[in-house]
């Protein structure tokens, strides 16, 4: 696992933080949104919709820093796994619509609000599955010729895409469900602690099973676990990882409110450090690396000073959102 330290892995970083400050943040509402059925219609269900009013459309911000600096720091990654995921992006994107136009017209619509929470929870989950097999399907590695994508339109279509799929979709309904036990209270907040426990064990059994199943996935992935002496730097991962999860469920058993939801971020940031040992140095697995798909030096200069500058704005602002809105949820908002 050579490691050197440039201006290309510099932006390698940007982007995983990008990536990783979306999963969280856009991961929670999605999260509400697949757990919507399970809600009461009426005061419950206006609660939940209520606690990521404020939030939910800013962080999407960085998904759109993630997209963008992919195609500007790393434009062959982005020629490569655009072609190779179409029908998984598209469906993230009218999933994203689906559930943006949902969340604003069930309070300006009541006459079809069924309707328009069923298009909230379809949007969520669609969006969320969709990530998840992206994500598979550039683990499993991308046919690759010259500097194109060489493979079929339904490459991306296998069971291993479809378990990081759902382990996704798990992850994103833990997220959600620590987030209400954090912003409601009452009965409302006993029923997302219970939605909580069942989510974490879910996501839990997905997290090993995705993880072993890339041990046979790819001999090279199998090498960075289990040989030296690369075997000393990923074992903290998923000891870190047991740790984590055992917290997780002692906090959920007990009146917390708040550790939970950072615990489960915990895990989150554990599995992409997770990731990170799994890929490193590749961009787009099995041969293309970070060096290889990056942009001229000269472009990342330029593209740096720019993220110098608007990255702390977007962080600030974020941080000032959530600030704001720290307090606990009622029928008619934060409190």
Do not use: C
């Not at 669609?126 to 079929?152: D, F, H, K």
Request: glycine letters at 10%.
């Amino acid at each position: 696992m050579a490691f050197a330290i440039d201006l290309t892995t510099i932006w390698a970083f940007i982007i995983a933080f990008a990536v990783f400050a979306y999963v969280v943040m856009d991961g929670f509402d999605l999260g509400i949104g697949i757990l919507f059925p399970t809600f009461k219609v009426g005061s419950e269900r206006d609660r939940a919709m209520n606690s990521i009013a404020p939030v939910w459309d800013g962080n999407e911000t960085w998904l759109v820093l993630g997209g963008g600096g992919l195609f500007a720091a790393f434009p062959l990654a982005y020629a490569v796994i655009l072609p190779a995921t179409y029908p998984l992006i598209i469906a993230m994107l009218l999933g994203l619509v689906f559930r943006g136009v949902a969340f604003e017209f069930r309070w300006r619509d009541p006459g079809h609000r069924r309707f328009w929470d069923a298009a909230f929870t379809g949007g969520s989950f669609v969006a969320a599955m969709a990530q998840g097999m992206t994500l598979g399907a550039l683990l499993q590695g991308i046919e690759v010729s010259g500097r194109s994508y060489a493979g079929s339109w339904w490459d991306w279509l296998t069971p291993y895409t479809l378990l990081t799929g759902i382990g996704t979709v798990a992850g994103y309904a833990l997220l959600g469900a620590t987030w209400l036990v954090w912003k409601l209270d009452g009965e409302s907040q006993d029923h997302a602690r219970s939605l909580a426990k069942k989510a974490a064990l879910a996501t839990f059994v997905l997290m090993g099973a995705v993880s072993l199943y890339n041990l046979v996935l790819n001999s090279e992935y199998a090498a960075r676990w289990l040989t030296e002496p690369e075997i000393y730097f990923a074992a903290p991962v998923p000891i870190l990882t047991a740790i984590v999860a055992v917290t997780l469920l002692r906090s959920l058993s007990v009146s917390r409110h708040s550790k939970p939801f950072w615990l489960a971020i915990a895990l989150f940031f554990l599995g992409m450090a997770g990731l990170g040992v799994t890929m490193w140095p590749y961009v787009v697995p099995p041969g293309i690396t970070i060096w290889d798909a990056a942009s001229p030096e000269s472009s990342q200069i330029f593209m740096l000073v720019g993220v110098a500058i608007t990255m702390p704005l977007i962080i600030g602002y974020t941080a000032w959102a959530y600030w704001v809105f720290r307090g606990k949820v009622d029928d008619t908002g934060y409190h």
